[in-house]
């Protein structure tokens, strides 16, 4: 099930919504929210529950026992620390990595007849469930955080449905005291349901826009090796790629907000950076603060000299990479951008600050674009034809008539893409608000009410727009749920 279909915003969520809210007890509605988060992952695989529970299971024990034992005995309570962590990422190493790693092993010839473990599926969510559990171990180990002792406030951290399947990754800390006592308003509801909709906005109607673009001038370079569509197909995945993910962290954090929840922000218009250091402070931040803190900072992040600091980063990309799936492309798209900050934090963030900005953001997009081009692929032979056309080498032609219609057809749609992924429709949208909800005396007065009534209205008919485009298009899952 996903958030962009009609099962769940028709049937799923408004039934999940009555449930919990008739409820009147805190501990009912987290149990509440525990098995409709469990039903709404069994949706689509009902076999993966049992590892789920598993894993919610084990870190729940394991972290009685740190709990324990962090005064008393620390070498016991590392030990329940470590067995946890081992634990969640063995079963990520095997379900996500196992066969990777034996396709790789069958290139040795004395190991030629590895077979495959057949039918080996990659559970939905599991990287980005695994690092909130491993979060919520470490913290409690290095006691930045008190344990939780109540099984179904834990299991509802972790299974809770709006954040489960693809982030933002969500800290236990951060809302340790919002599982065991929030305050629902009617004011955070609506604001939830406003979140949502500009999440489902962006996912439907541009991210999905995007990618139709993105396909067409894919499949059209297998006839005709062009140019213009290698640039094509850079410029919609990276609109694709944002609208997508980005939508979905809307939505999960508007649902979040209808629950009472407050979720940390993933996104914070990346594609405004002039570098790609602040591209990264500005992108999937849960992510990026999850590697900086578990892994970066443990391996002396800039403590220990530069040679030092260069490993560290160098570690923490090739994870990144590798976390985003078994692939060679992934792992090549982390050591790229790694490769790129250490540069940046020797010589080039330098030189940027003394050239004019529009210059600098150029730069990034230019970056970003190639960087994404990796991401997309995982043939690293269709990753080099893209390379190659984009600088014109190796072309049939510069473009075709074909590719020369669909670019200037898109060009309306780019345009709107363009300004919906900075942060000016956000910033009109608050400013209007200020000056139109001012309960002075005056024409904010009087055009205040109208304004609110238009506003309800606009969301009204992004919410029927998403609905029509729901009914008409295919199955559309989020980019990151291979993640």
């Not at 600050?353 to 081009?373: D, E, Q, T």
């Not at 024409?443 to 008919?461: E, H, M, N, S």
Request: net charge positive; aromatic share 20%; with cysteine.
């Amino acid at each position: 099930m996903v958030f962009s279909s009609l099962i769940f915003l028709f049937a799923f969520l408004p039934l999940t919504l009555i449930l919990y809210y008739i409820t009147p007890s805190r501990s009912i509605r987290n149990t509440v929210l525990f098995v409709m988060s469990l039903i709404f992952y069994a949706w689509g695989e009902p076999v993966y529950i049992s590892l789920m529970l598993l894993s919610i299971l084990e870190a729940y024990i394991c972290g009685l026992f740190i709990a324990k034992y962090s005064d008393s005995n620390k070498k016991k309570a590392k030990f329940f620390m470590i067995l946890s962590v081992c634990l969640n990422l063995v079963s990520l190493l095997f379900f996500k990595y196992c066969n990777f790693f034996i396709e790789n092993l069958r290139l040795i010839p004395v190991f030629s007849g590895t077979p495959l473990i057949k039918n080996l599926v990659l559970p939905i969510g599991i990287s980005f469930y695994t690092f909130q559990i491993i979060s919520y171990t470490i913290d409690l180990y290095w006691k930045r955080t008190q344990v939780q002792k109540n099984f179904v406030a834990f299991g509802t951290y972790v299974a809770l449905f709006p954040q489960l399947i693809a982030g933002p990754i969500v800290r236990y800390r951060d809302v340790d005291d919002q599982i065991i006592e929030r305050k629902e308003t009617l004011e955070l509801f609506t604001n939830g349901v406003k979140r949502f909709i500009i999440g489902l906005s962006k996912k439907i109607i541009l991210g999905d826009t995007a990618a139709a673009i993105y396909e067409y001038c894919r499949s059209s370079m297998e006839f005709e090796n062009t140019t213009l569509a290698a640039w094509m197909v850079m410029i919609f995945y990276t609109l694709h790629i944002y609208f997508d993910f980005s939508g979905y962290s809307d939505m999960a954090i508007g649902l979040g907000k209808m629950f009472g929840f407050r979720f940390l922000e993933n996104f914070n218009f990346p594609y405004i950076s002039a570098s790609i250091t602040e591209f990264w402070r500005r992108w999937h931040m849960s992510l990026s603060s999850w590697f900086k803190e578990y892994v970066y900072i443990p391996l002396g992040g800039n403590r220990k000299g530069l040679l030092k600091q260069y490993r560290n980063i160098a570690m923490v990309w090739l994870l990144t990479g590798f976390w985003h799936g078994a692939s060679w492309n992934f792992i090549f798209w982390g050591a790229y951008f790694g490769a790129i900050l250490m540069l940046e934090k020797t010589f080039i963030l330098k030189l940027l600050v003394k050239i004019p900005k529009v210059f600098r953001h150029i730069y990034a997009l230019l970056l970003i674009g190639f960087g994404w081009i990796i991401f997309a692929f995982t043939d690293l032979s269709e990753i080099k034809n893209v390379f190659k056309a984009i600088f014109g080498i190796g072309v049939d032609s510069f473009s075709t008539a074909v590719i020369n219609y669909q670019f200037l057809i898109s060009l309306p749609f780019l345009a709107i893409a363009a300004i919906a992924a900075t942060p000016f429709p956000k910033m009109l949208y608050s400013k209007l608000c200020a000056v139109f909800n001012n309960k002075s005396e005056g024409i904010t007065k009087i055009f205040g009410g109208l304004f609110q009534v238009i506003t309800a209205i606009i969301w009204i008919l992004l919410l029927v727009i998403c609905v029509a485009y729901m009914v008409d298009s295919t199955f559309s899952p989020f980019l990151y749920f291979n993640f």
